[in-house]
Every structure is written in structure tokens, then in C-alpha cells.
């Protein structure tokens, strides 16, 4: 079965130290992966994605994430923590040539300290 | 920028009425879908929409049905609501560019049924 796995319920970290929320995933073919965020009482916005090419691609806010293909895993990462940083993460797959339906992880809430 | 309106934030119905959640969005997207949040379990998919008239079912289709006559309109129904259906719903519609388009999501509404 295909699946995603978000290991860590919540990640603690003080303001300006680097985080990492990682993320592996089971999938059939060349995945997509996507890093989603979810302010309280909102949506999910949109942090970043991997298609193809450089395995560390940059997207919103200072984010990065780094595609391990041998290890399966999609962490996200951040040099230096914000407060306003703290939020619920989600990564998410789909298989390439799918038409957009992902899947989703569990979620991992981020609580930046200052 | 994309926006996805979802007509109700807070809903509270009783169980075994008719429950219909609406989802509008403004940026002429093919795609449409509508998932669901609960704690630890992130978003599961309940059913999705490539184009009018059209609909698949995911995840978790039991007790919902779909309805999209317009290509900005996408509603999902409980036929019959219960209590196990009081969760987090979240409508989001993409381009159709084979999954690598990300998804843009609504605010939610957050269902209770009593």
C-alpha cells in the first residue's frame, strides 16, 4: 500500500536553532512530494515540492527539503527557527502522472520556542 | 492567488439529517477534492473531481456523495450524518498538469454531529 510516515507527532526547538521535520514514504514510481503548512483554525498553504531534478529544492518562508530517493525520505528543513514558525507540517506524495490526488502524513506540529 | 471559499466554517448538525458543504473556487481549476482531517490520522480522501459531471471515489467514500455541475462548485454530502462523520473538512482544487501542480486549499469547515 502506498503511504506516507511522518515519524515525529511534535518537534520542539528553540528560535533561531535549525529544524528538521522529517518524512519518508512508500510509493509506486518516480514520486511528487509536496511540504504543506496549517496555521490554526486555516487551510493548508502550499511550502514547497520536489518533481525532479536537484534533490534540495527551497520554497516559502526560509523552508527546504531534501529528496533522498535511496532512503525514501523527504525531511524538511529550516537554518534558523522563527516563533511564528510554529504551526502543524504535512507531507505528502503522489506517484508521478497521477492527477493530483495526494497522500497525505499524519502531521507534525512544530512548536518554536523563543 | 487562487482562492477557495468554503461556504461554512462551524457546522452542528444532528445525527441522520442531510448535510451538504459547499466549495467554490475562482481560478477555473479542472481539479477538485475533498478531503477530511482528524488528529494523527492527517487528511484522507474522501472523493475527487477531474472535470463537470465527473467524480471518483477515494479513500474513504462511505456515507458521502459528491455533486459537481459547474467547474467552480464542488459539494460534498453526508446522505445521512453521524456521529463518526464530525471531523475537519477541507475542500482544494488544482490545475490538471498530471500531480505536479500543488493543491490549493479553503479554510475548512469544522463539522460536529450530535
Known amino acids: 500500500a502506498q503511504s506516507v510516515a511522518q515519524p515525529e507527532d511534535q518537534v520542539n526547538v528553540a528560535e533561531g536553532n535549525p529544524l528538521t521535520v522529517k518524512c519518508t514514504y512508500s510509493v509506486s514510481g518516480n514520486p511528487y512530494l509536496f511540504w504543506y503548512v496549517q496555521y490554526p483554525n486555516r487551510g493548508l498553504q502550499f511550502l514547497l515540492k520536489y518533481i525532479t531534478g536537484d534533490n534540495l529544492v527551497k520554497g516559502s518562508y526560509g523552508f527546504e527539503a531534501e529528496f533522498n530517493k535511496s532512503q525514501t525520505s523527504f525531511h524538511l528543513k529550516k537554518p534558523s527557527a522563527l516563533v511564528s514558525d510554529s504551526a502543524l507540517y504535512f507531507c505528502a506524495v503522489t506517484p508521478s502522472g497521477n492527477t493530483g490526488k495526494l497522500i497525505f502524513g499524519q502531521g507534525t506540529t512544530l512548536q518554536v520556542k523563543p | 492567488d487562487v482562492k477557495v471559499t468554503q461556504s461554512s466554517r462551524y457546522l452542528v448538525k444532528r445525527t441522520g439529517e442531510k448535510v451538504f458543504l459547499e466549495c467554490v473556487q475562482d481560478?477555473?481549476?479542472?481539479?477538485m477534492f475533498w478531503y477530511r482531517q482528524d488528529p494523527g490520522l492527517g487528511l484522507r480522501l474522501i472523493y475527487f473531481?477531474?472535470?463537470?459531471?465527473?467524480?471518483e471515489k477515494g479513500d474513504i467514500p462511505e456515507g458521502y456523495s459528491v455533486s459537481r455541475e459547474k467547474k467552480e462548485r464542488f459539494s460534498l454530502i453526508l446522505e445521512s450524518a453521524s456521529t463518526n462523520q464530525t471531523s475537519m473538512y477541507l475542500c482544494a482544487s488544482s490545475l490538471p498538469t498530471g500531480g505536479n501542480s500543488p493543491l490549493h486549499f479553503g479554510n475548512g469547515t469544522r463539522l460536529t454531529v450530535t
Open positions: 473531481s477531474y472535470d463537470v459531471k465527473m467524480k
Open positions: 481560478m477555473d481549476h479542472e481539479n
